[in-house]
């Protein structure tokens, strides 16, 4: 499958808080997607396979409004937030096996005026990871939400090897400081320093609020065929090298894990890099998951851009920031651009293999690798080139 | 008697499969997992089956109910309401000495004095007469 799809065309709407959207979650998505297949050169009506986010649309939905009426490829990847970069697994799939076209990936939510972490009632057990497990074993305790399942992980680490607050802010301020040049970005035009970083509030020890992604409103979309349609169509195509995903183990729980640092990248990342036939090294910029300042940590050490216990220092000294040996989140994340279920990233990446990235660009990004992270470590990665 | 009827506001386990019975021993001053009776391996979560070695016959095997702190975190901003005026609190994960880990509190303990590695032994707390909740507590090794 090497080579064989392609990313044709990406799409985005503004991304918001404040008064928020003023759309509807389908409508928010639509506009993305829209944006998305018109910067393929394509006709909407041309999509014919459609991959929604898990929860927040369906394939009928998009199609009836798009006109897709030869809709022939539907499927939702459950994988919570590693979703989309694993969708691109099986759109790559569908367009060179023939079983659709065009793909469409659309993602995208009300994350700021709609349904916002700290109004989250969790007794819903269809929409809690884990199920029955988080309601009976974790909910009692006051074990809610996502910032402090993975607190629990961030502490462990620094327990075994040595892991300091200061090189998780090594992170936020990373991405903060790329958020400054991406007029899209939430956080364009308020700068942090480590002190502003120190300074924020413990929400779920060791996580601050600035190691947290931000809530916002907003929706990517991108659209996949094959290398031959590619061909015939506007845009440079970025090309998939090779997607892979994989689960922890167990998946619905973690905390009996018995290396609880082994999560889906851990298996996916090495067979990325053997069905890409590139390593780590070759990779110009990584556009890493990073619901929160330690996942990107942990990811960097299980894609092997370091060794596990080694992330801390990797991250210091400006090695992940733009000029850096490995630029992480040059759109700023979901940390400083906005929590667009990072499919945001996918964009971003596809935006810098175009070198179409202004003053963000990474020169001459010829390889990038993008990660999701979803549920307690549901893991995917994709590497492209341009 | 209705979970308003006693005051208690936090979520409780739902009392079905598996954690009717883990409950159920709770209740009984127990800390009881499933062991399977081929291999011998301790599990928790509950499962239908032994992931070790395939076998579908097990136990509810007691515990010695100690333990140490495998990792903790302290929330000081709730994010469910029914926790809201409950903060500072401190989710920890206590590996036991059958080797298992459950989520947990540990009690008469200040967030700052949590420690990995502390050992603790269990506790149940009566939240609600169906619905003892095992925590834990300092002790010695
Ligand atoms: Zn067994």
């Known amino acids: ?386 | 008697m209705s979970e308003s009827a006693t005051g208690y506001t936090k979520p409780l386990p739902v009392l079905e499969g598996f954690s009717k019975d883990f409950y159920a021993f709770c209740k009984q001053g127990e800390l009881r997992f499933q062991r399977c009776k081929s291999c011998g391996a301790w599990r928790h979560m509950p499962r239908e089956m032994c992931a070790e070695c395939g076998s579908w016959e097990w136990e509810w095997a007691k515990s010695s109910g100690r333990g140490e702190v495998f990792t903790w975190t302290v929330v000081n901003r709730a994010l469910h309401p029914a926790f809201r005026d409950s903060v500072p609190l401190a989710p920890v994960i206590v590996e036991l000495e059958e080797g298992v880990r459950l989520l947990s509190e540990v009690q008469g303990c200040t967030p700052e004095e949590l420690k990995i590695g502390m050992p603790v032994e269990v506790v149940f707390d009566e939240v609600t007469p169906e619905i003892s909740l095992p925590k834990f507590r300092r002790c010695v090794r």
């Not at chain 1, 499927?75 to 691109?88: D, E, F, K, N, Q």
């Not at chain 1, 659709?100 to 009632?121: C, E, F, H, K, M």
């Not at chain 1, 992940?320 to 040996?325: M, Q, S, Y």
Request: charged share 20%.
């Open chain 1, 1 to 386: 499958m090497k080579d064989q799809a392609c990313i044709v065309g990406i799409g985005e709407t503004k991304y918001l808080r404040g008064e928020g959207s003023g759309m509807t979650l389908l409508g928010l998505q639509l506009q993305a997607a829209t944006r998305a297949i018109a910067d393929a050169g394509l006709k909407n009506s041309q999509i014919d396979g459609i991959m929604p986010f898990p929860t927040l649309g369906t394939a009928e939905a998009f199609a009836a409004n798009l006109g897709c009426v030869n809709l022939r490829f539907a499927v939702t990847i459950h994988m919570g937030g590693a979703s989309p970069v694993a969708s691109l697994e099986s759109a790559a799939l569908a367009v060179t096996s023939g079983a659709a076209d065009y793909v469409l990936i659309p993602a995208g939510w009300n994350g700021y005026s709609s349904a916002r972490a700290r109004q989250t009632v969790s007794q819903d057990v269809s929409s809690l990871p884990g199920g029955t497990i988080a309601r009976d074993y974790y909910l009692p305790y006051g074990l809610t939400a996502p910032p402090q399942w993975y607190s629990l992980m961030a502490r462990r680490h620094m327990h075994e090897y040595g892991t300091k607050a200061e090189q998780l802010g090594a992170i936020a301020l990373a991405m903060r400081k790329h958020a400054q040049l991406n007029p899209n970005a939430v956080m364009r035009g308020r700068a942090m320093t480590m002190d502003d970083y120190l300074a924020s509030p413990m929400l779920a020890d060791p996580y601050r609020l600035f190691d947290c992604c931000l809530e916002t409103d907003g929706a990517a979309a991108l659209v996949v065929t094959s290398v031959e349609r590619a061909r015939d169509l506007k845009k440079k195509p970025a090309y998939i090298m090779s997607v892979a995903a994989g689960q922890p183990y167990p998946a619905d729980e973690f905390t009996n894990r018995k290396d609880i640092f082994r999560t889906g990248l851990t298996i996916a990342a090495p067979e990325a890099f053997a069905r890409a036939g590139v390593t780590p090294k070759d990779v110009d910029f990584a556009q890493i998951y990073d619901c929160f300042t330690f996942e990107v940590l942990q990811q960097i050490e299980e894609v092997g851009f370091c060794k596990r216990g080694e992330g801390g220092a990797f991250v210091e000294g400006g090695r992940i920031e733009l000029g850096g040996e490995l630029p992480v989140n040059t759109h700023g994340g979901l940390l400083s651009e906005a929590h667009v279920l990072g499919m945001n990233h996918i964009v971003e990446a596809v935006r810098q293999l175009r070198g179409v990235a202004g003053e963000r660009q990474v020169k001459d990004a010829e390889i990038g690798v993008v990660t999701g992270w979803g549920d307690f470590g549901d893991g995917s990665i994709a590497i492209l080139r341009r």
